[in-house]
């Protein structure tokens, strides 16, 4: 339809089609402009400001109550600006939980996973995508089945096994169950079906090349993007899992277990609290303010693939 | 004879030579077939091989554990049937963690849909400075749960929150946010909300972005609003990742547990004191970490495994139906208008349709043009 009016202006073309469309009906035309390319009015800017405001102000709130002493939780309007006792307060906050020791758990827990998860998932989705191989179309449905499967709700079996290895109030009991997903597999496979040709795996072949030197040199390159786009989303989940790690290892507190300990002991004094959730948040928001790009698009991308 | 009959060595030497290089060729051929038969399985048996066993292997054997008498101390008990599931559905604690689920649940994920929806048609405009806004409604997404519960809790606190601060400012009552069932559920819900709503815009953006542009042209030429843009345009073209997002919120939904949690850490019991916001994995948690009971927590697991696995499915038809009655519905229309258009042609023996004769501004618009538009629109 479009290919009839693409030289005419849209005003023109509009009047022309609304009329032409309502002339047998014996409708008034109403001349109005599509309005597509518009830059939209202060209204939309307004809302999106109000977006903001609303997403940011929790966060500007705890750091204005964790800079400040209890007294400002029981003043009726919260003040705008923070206190000065922010410093004071996360001296509170490292005396109480192994803060640093948390943060260093919770980057090795997360990036072993994100590694493991990021590899397996590549290798696996590039032979769901690119080799052939007797049984691929039923294993591939069983991994898209799998998909919705809630694998958190086998806790119990995996605390079990934890607890007879002796793996409880380790690393290692935190990782393992997380090792590979089928969401992973699934993306990369979605990704890596269109991404690489054909031909290029054939030529790879030809000049020699076995099939593991082909997936690494052909195929993990072409790769790069949905692998960071995953790990993204891995790293994310793992940083921000929090009943598994507090079911096996307590005692070996990732951050997100240090926060919540944190809360149970210093319940009385929440300035204490919300100030540890600011110093917990501040890295993540300044690698958003960084990279937050990446990640908008990593999520509009992986949406439309996934 | 001895002279002449020995063959020549060098010509004897050549044969073995190509008959080793022949071998070894084929040897390299046979390494490589295996390699070419071999490899695909290779490369997808690691993540078979652990997602069977820390992914299926454990679920599975929940369901083993369910149909044990299973204490956490003395290990597996006596063979006992469907008698820990039967325990379960006349648990009225169960069914209270049950009902709790599902209010926050639908507290959360109707608002935030329905949100998403409007603020990704909001960004989906030609926009100054898109990469700020679209970055903005993200940043609650990267406050992770455990530290949006704690500032929330806080400021649902029943004393001195900021939120009963403010209301009591304005000369309302108080809201007991932590000891009120719907005000509980409601509070716990705005944290989901506040986390994922903007991701979720972002998702659905995507979607409205992957819409053809020259579609809306058309679509606008032919006098459609934006209103009736969006509506008969935009959200059937974004159905499947609705559906998606849809999905993904309810196997995460029916799954909640940090932010209940963690919205009162002083309280008696996991989910408050008299249960009001405990969750179903709260009360999973609760059955086998607190009491011990090993086969009944199973039992648990099981029953919300089946609720969440028969909520996708019902997802799934539901959006199926729907999609299949309205092609029945456009094609109904579609049948409608061709007769229509057909009865006009009929009456005008030349071929141009009385709508077009009748426009005089759009002359050239070619009789050609319009069967093809009746037939898609």
Redesign the interface.
Known sequence: ??T??PTRT?SN????????????TAKK??P?S???????GFF??G??LA??LG??Y??W??YV?GSSDNSV??????PLLPGGRFWINIGEVLTTVPFWQALANSLIVSSIITTSVVF??T??G???AK???TG?EG?MIFVIA?L??????????????MKELGWTGTLGAVI?????T?FG?FFMRQYLVDVIPDELIEAARVDGA???RT?WSVALPAARPAMAILGLFTFMTA??D??WPL?VAPQNPT??VA??QL??AK?VD?SV??S??VL??IQ??II?ILA??Q??SG??????K? | MTTTSPPRPDTGQAQQRTDRIQTRLTRRQRLSRLDVKASPYLYIAPFFVLFALIGLFPLVYTFVVSLNDWDILSGAGDWIGIENYVAELNDPYFWNSLFNTMSIFLLSAIPQLLAAVIIAAVLDQNLRAKTFWRMSILIPYIVTPVAVAIIFSSAFGEKYGLINNILTSFNLDPVMWKSEVFASHFAIASMVNWRWTGYNALILLAAMQAVPRDIYESAALDGAGPVRRFFSMTLPSIRPTMIFVIITATIGGLQIFTEPKLFNPTSANLGGAHREYQTTVLYLWDMAFNRGDFGKASAIAWLLFIIIVAFGLLNFLISRKIASTEVKVISQHRAKKLARYRATTAANPTGVPAVTAADTSGAERTTAADPAKEERS
Do not use: C, H
């Not at chain 1, 599509?34 to 939209?40: A, N, Q």
């Not at chain 1, 999520?299 to 439309?304: E, L, P, Q, R, T």
């Open positions: 339809m479009s009839t009016t849209p073309a509009d009047g022309a089609r609304s009329d032409a469309r309502t002339a047998g035309s109403r109005r599509p309005g597509l390319d518009k830059r939209p939309v800017y809302i999106l977006l903001f997403g940011s929790p966060l709130w705890s109550a939780l029981t003043e009726t309007w919260p397996f998932s290798l696996a590039y032979a769901f080799l052939r191989f691929r294993l799998t919705a499967v809630p694998t958190q709700l086998g806790i119990i079996p995996q605390f079990m096994l393992v169950p997380t090792l590979v089928a597999v076995n099939m593991f997936f940083w921000t929090y009943l079911l951050l997100q926060l919540s809360q149970s319940y929440y609290v919300l540890g959730a917990a948040t993540v928001l958003f937050g790009r990640l908008v999520i509009m991308a992986g949406a439309v996934g």
